[in-house]
């Protein structure tokens, strides 16, 4: 149980276009979905927070108009990259948190998406 | 501020030795722990957890984790390391922000190499 997927794995896109980034959780309702980014042999710092049918809450430095974070239902939330630039690339990942979970704070991360901007 | 400090960036050990990963963190309150491994490439995989009684935990793949409150710690051990153990470790400590949600706060992570 408690599995999180993440759509693409990789992604290679051109300079200025835009990028989305889907995140599920397969066998749970997830209430909150969590996306970070990661830069290679960094930590994961968190880019926003997502609750299901409501705004996003970034983290201080995210450019919320650059990075459009969508959480329609309790089993998906989106992230786009819009106007993608090389510095853009990077790991991301992101994690779910189980509604039902006794855990208050656990959450169950996504294998991540590894983008590319040429 | 809540913070997560892993004061080794990387560690090397040989196969069959014990492992001990440091974490120290800094939070006001009774703190969430957690351990994470993620491999290359790979999304984080949860170690174990503490969130309140027993201050010894036991995780998956042979680790546990004590927490120590009069040092703020929470160190990650293994008796006797594989070198399928090579790998990222980070260790996070959950915590509440204003306006009620929670979020996790990782340190920078510790790498580990396994020598054969």
């Known amino acids: 149980g408690a599995v999180v997927s993440q759509h693409p794995s990789w992604v290679i896109c051109k300079s200025g276009t835009s990028v989305k980034i889907e995140c599920r959780s397969l066998d749970f309702q997830a209430t909150t979905m969590f996306w970070y980014r990661q830069f290679p042999k960094q930590s994961l710092m968190l880019m926003a927070t997502?609750?299901?049918?409501?705004?996003?809450?970034?983290e201080q430095g995210v450019e919320k108009d650059k990075f459009l974070i969508n959480h329609a239902s309790l089993t998906l939330s989106t992230l786009t990259v819009t106007s993608a630039h090389p510095e853009d690339s990077s790991f991301y990942i992101c994690s779910a948190r189980d509604q039902g979970y006794s855990s208050y704070n656990e959450q169950f991360f996504g294998p991540g998406t590894r983008l590319t901007v040429l | 501020a809540q913070s997560v400090t892993q004061p080794d960036i990387h560690i090397t050990v040989s196969e069959g030795a014990s492992l001990e990963l440091r974490c120290n963190y800094s939070y006001g309150a009774t703190p969430y722990l957690f351990w994470y491994v993620q491999s290359p490439g790979q999304g984080l995989q949860l170690l174990l957890k503490?969130?309140?009684?027993?201050?010894l935990v036991q995780g998956i793949k042979g680790f546990e984790a004590e927490f120590k409150r009069s040092q703020s710690s929470f160190n990650l051990r293994k008796p006797s390391v594989h070198w399928s153990d090579a790998a990222e470790y980070f260790c996070?400590?959950?915590?509440?922000?204003?306006?009620?949600?929670?979020?996790?706060?990782f340190g920078a992570g510790t790498r580990l190499a396994v020598h054969p």
């Open positions: 996070a400590v959950g915590a509440t922000v204003s306006g009620g949600y929670n979020k996790l706060i």
């Open positions: 997502s609750n299901e049918g409501s705004k996003a809450t970034y």
């Open positions: 503490y969130f309140s009684g027993d201050t």
